[in-house]
């Protein structure tokens, strides 16, 4: 780094050498150094998000009405995408290995903008849902799995803040697309209010991802360092040292570490997921509010959100990661207790403004601070592995396969039962094991990664 080669570079001259101890730090920061990238890749994942997973749920409400449709066969178009988008994630993974960042964000681009072209002019529900399985392919490509492992080319010493104020882009775009999608559909139908994806895509995107974005200095290399600096003295950065420069793929998988992982990514994403395409939905039907104002609650959860993302970015780069995540996990757990009616024993979903806006406002951290750390905790343990975007991939099936059956169970359970809350009892005990899994991880996985490492040393 430039602070530790440049007083090196001038030591024969003690005076250039105290002088050049007051370079300030800040100025040798990896995110002021990378930042058109950070940025870059910032602002393509925050259009991506808000076009193939904010977007859409905003607009389900009309789409049902147009197509006469009921609330399980709606919940198809969400559950393709992930459907699809989970057949290809060990594809997308390889891809990731074989041919680059750059190359995957590119044609990702490319599909999302013909899909985008092709969605208001959608004649039938399952047209719509072939588009949506476009969607989720090419999020594979230019989704969150790519921005992640696009970070680890770039960041040696700061990748859990980076992931983290990279993920913060799926937030603000929760943030800012669904009232204003829910706006235009309001005023104007979906099909019109679809019109800002494709031109979105081609003026924004496109451009970012043929001409700024490229695969940084690390891209498929394996090293000798770990991601922290070697001050730090984390017990996951202890154990990476022995472990991340000898693992490959299939001998990652051993690692008690990655399946806690795994599990914890199925369990919150089925909450994540189904709550996205559901969330808007679920208001409108069962508390029975005005769409716009069932946006505004989204939108709450999008904003708190990217605090719980920040937070946990910082925290993952210091001693107090393992007490961060609990407090997520356990944030999240009590996220999907609060929509629930305790007046009436939770029989049914709450009316209450003031208890509604409590769960946006809990459930937003935790749902912040657990998808920063699943976004950013495989590549703090594991990240200087060569072939990683291959266990990124994997990581991402679990993920999918959570928001897949989310999606699609939460919307047979409200056919079944006439109302969401059930939903919400499956939610409860999802999170419950996820934090259950979340305390495992923390509890063995030093011993786990160094019992691998003697292994392979042996």
């Known amino acids: ?251 990652s998988l051993r690692l008690g570490a990655v399946w806690h992982l795994a599990f914890m990514s199925l369990y919150q994403l089925y909450i994540i997921i189904a709550l996205i395409n559901t969330l808007t939905l679920c208001l409108k039907m069962d508390v029975h509010m005005d769409l716009q104002v069932s946006a505004m609650y989204s939108s709450i959860v999008f904003v708190t959100s990217i605090a719980g993302k920040l937070f946990m970015g910082a925290a993952m780069d210091s001693k107090f990661q393992g007490i961060a995540g609990m407090l997520s996990c356990f944030l999240l757990f009590l996220g999907t207790l609060l929509p629930l009616d305790f007046s009436q024993a939770g029989g049914s979903l709450t009316r209450s403004h003031t208890q509604l806006l409590a769960f946006a406002m809990v459930y937003g951290m935790g749902f912040g601070g657990t998808y920063s750390l699943l976004s950013a905790k495989p590549a703090k343990l594991l990240g200087r592995m060569a072939d990683f975007g291959k266990l990124q991939g994997f990581l991402m099936l679990f993920q999918v396969i959570g928001g897949f059956l989310g999606t699609l169970v939460t919307g047979k359970l409200r056919d079944l039962s006439g109302s969401y809350t059930w939903s919400f009892y499956v939610f409860i005990i999802m999170a419950f094991l996820a934090c259950c899994h979340y305390a495992a991880l923390e509890a063995g996985s030093r011993s786990t990664l160094q019992a691998i490492a003697e292994s392979q040393e042996a």
């Open 1 to 251: 780094m430039l602070t530790r080669l440049l007083p090196t570079a001038m030591s024969v001259n003690g005076e250039a050498k105290g002088c050049w101890k007051c370079w300030p730090e800040w100025l040798d920061s990896e995110l002021l150094q990378h930042w058109r990238q950070v940025l870059g890749a910032w602002i393509v994942f925050f259009v991506t998000a808000g076009l193939t997973y904010h977007a859409p749920p905003v607009m389900l409400s009309a789409i049902k009405a147009e197509f006469g449709v009921d609330a399980y066969e709606i919940a198809w178009l969400g559950a393709i995408f992930q459907l699809c988008k989970g057949l290809l994630t060990m594809p997308g993974g390889y891809a990731l290995y074989r041919y680059g960042c750059r190359t995957c964000l590119r044609a990702g681009a490319v599909v999302i903008l013909i899909s985008s072209v092709l969605y208001p002019l959608a004649p039938s529900l399952w047209c719509l849902a072939c588009l949506h399985g476009l969607y989720g392919s090419a999020y594979d490509l230019i989704g969150v799995g790519p921005i992640i492992v696009f970070a680890t080319t770039w960041f040696e010493i700061q990748p859990a803040l980076a992931i983290s104020i990279l993920v913060t882009a799926f937030s603000f775009s929760g943030m800012c697309f669904p009232p204003i999608v829910a706006y235009f559909t309001a005023h104007y139908g979906w099909r019109q209010a679809s019109l800002m994806c494709p031109i979105l895509t081609a003026l924004i995107v496109v451009p970012i991802c043929f001409g700024v974005l490229h695969d940084g200095p690390l891209a498929q290399r394996p090293t000798d360092r770990p991601f922290s600096s070697v001050e730090d003295e984390d017990t996951d950065s202890t154990a990476g040292r022995g472990t991340a420069r000898r693992l490959d793929f299939w001998r």
